[in-house]
């Protein structure tokens, strides 16, 4: 029998577990089966088959494209991946022209889980998703959707971009005084801070200390559902490494991109554009753009001119998205030749929208978010009743609380 590519154990896999719930056979590669049943044992990104083909340096382009030295020669002479350096940005496996890398797939532990463990089970969507499984899909049907596969209930990641908008920007007014004081955004992009943190340390003391929306909303939910089971949704790979940070483990238990909860749909026969509506609108604008690049400095402007009308500093932001773009700004913020005090980092090209595991090409995801984001009821957090709601739930007294120690929507990096 020939041998099977990974592609193929994966998609064999979805058949069998999922739709037919036949036992595997045993002629496959046990790296593979190994890396689909336990990926947690495994790196976000990881070699499908021993790569020796690249004999010559200079030919080694998955080595040479990573910026976290995640990538080294084993005693064999093969090149391996450094699970605790690799962040997931995906960069060496659209390197690699012998398609020799795979990002983790979650697909079986995370389903076994919400299945099969007794507890309530939440999916978490990241802002970017509206149109990535179908145009014609509403937010309520994809909700019913994620019902369909066995989960209790889908949360908008949004709501707490919301929250963390909110304290973005008191922090912003409280550090940001005058000339030379800036702030380095965005806590929603994992390969923007591990960039800062393993290549550009000496900036670490201009970010801000917040968790991620994905890991406030595992938070919250665990809180509010203890022993609950959360699978985050997004369109990342790098998601995937945030969610093992020793200091924010425990959040959120699997990661999920869209390309692999699309792939769920179709082999389970379910399809969200034909499930009724369960309409639930608790994000504001502000929230919903976190998606694309420039939307939190914008949701963070806004918000700070609702905080504080009377004036004060002047926000003044600049964007940077893609890695090579966003090791630029950073050099010329070491070198004190950028003139912005707050910059947004994305370490995708159009921000989320343009995530490795996205479905939709990123202008028009980019286009979706913008029109969900005009439909909020709610321009800012400070105008979103939930918010209020969330946070008196949370013994938040007021807003300004939000700068205070607190394990719910503080990291320490």
Not at 107 to 130: C, D, E, H, N, W
Not at 214 to 227: N, Q, S, W
Request: aromatic content about 8%; hydrophobic content about 35%; overall charge negative.
């Amino acid at each position: 029998m020939p041998k099977k590519s990974f592609e193929e154990l994966y998609q064999d896999i979805l058949h069998r577990k999922i739709r037919l719930k036949e036992p595997l056979p045993p002629e496959y590669d046990p790296h593979h089966l190994d890396c689909l049943l336990h990926p947690g044992e495994h790196g976000p990104v990881f070699y499908t088959e021993s790569c020796q083909s690249c004999e010559r340096e200079q030919e080694r382009a998955c080595l040479n494209s990573c910026i976290f030295d995640a990538i080294y020669e084993g005693p064999e002479g093969g090149l391996q991946i450094d699970p605790e350096k690799c962040a997931g940005c995906g960069a060496c496996v659209d390197a690699c022209e012998a398609h020799k890398l795979s990002e983790s797939r979650d697909i079986l532990p995370a389903m076994q889980a919400v299945r099969k463990s007794g507890q309530p089970a939440y999916a978490l969507i990241a802002p970017a998703f509206l149109g990535q499984f179908s145009e014609q899909v509403t937010p309520g049907q994809l909700r019913n959707a994620f019902k369909a596969l066995g989960f209790d209930g889908m949360v908008e990641t949004a709501l707490f971009a919301d929250v963390l908008t909110m304290k973005e920007a008191l922090e912003f007014d409280h550090q940001v005084k005058g000339e030379g004081d800036f702030q380095l955004t965005s806590c929603c992009c994992p390969v923007w801070i591990a960039m800062i943190r393993k290549v550009y340390p000496e900036l670490m003391s201009h970010v801000p200390g917040a968790v991620s929306p994905m890991i406030a909303c595992g938070r919250v939910v665990k809180k509010l559902h203890p022993g609950a089971v959360t699978v985050f949704v997004g369109p990342c790979i790098a998601k995937k490494s945030e969610a093992r940070e020793p200091d924010v483990a425990g959040a959120v238990d699997y990661v999920l991109t869209f390309q692999e909860v699309q792939d769920i749909f179709r082999a389970a026969d379910i399809y969200p554009e034909r499930l009724p509506e369960a309409k639930k609108e608790h994000s504001s604008r502000a929230g919903r753009i976190y998606a694309r690049s420039g939307g939190v400095s914008e949701a963070v402007t806004e918000t700070i001119r609702q905080l504080r009308p009377e004036g004060g500093v002047q926000l003044k932001a600049e964007q940077a998205d893609g890695v090579p773009a966003c090791r630029e700004l950073l050099k010329r913020i070491q070198n004190g030749e950028a003139a912005a005090n707050f910059f947004e980092g994305m370490g995708c090209k159009g921000g989320c929208v343009g995530g490795p595991k996205a479905i939709l090409d990123r202008t028009e995801g980019r286009e979706n978010v913008n029109a969900y984001g005009e439909e909020a009821p709610y321009k800012t957090p400070l105008e979103n009743p939930y918010v209020i709601k969330l946070m008196k739930w949370l013994d938040f007294g007021t807003v300004e609380e939000l700068l205070e120690e607190s394990e719910l929507f503080v990291r320490h990096f």
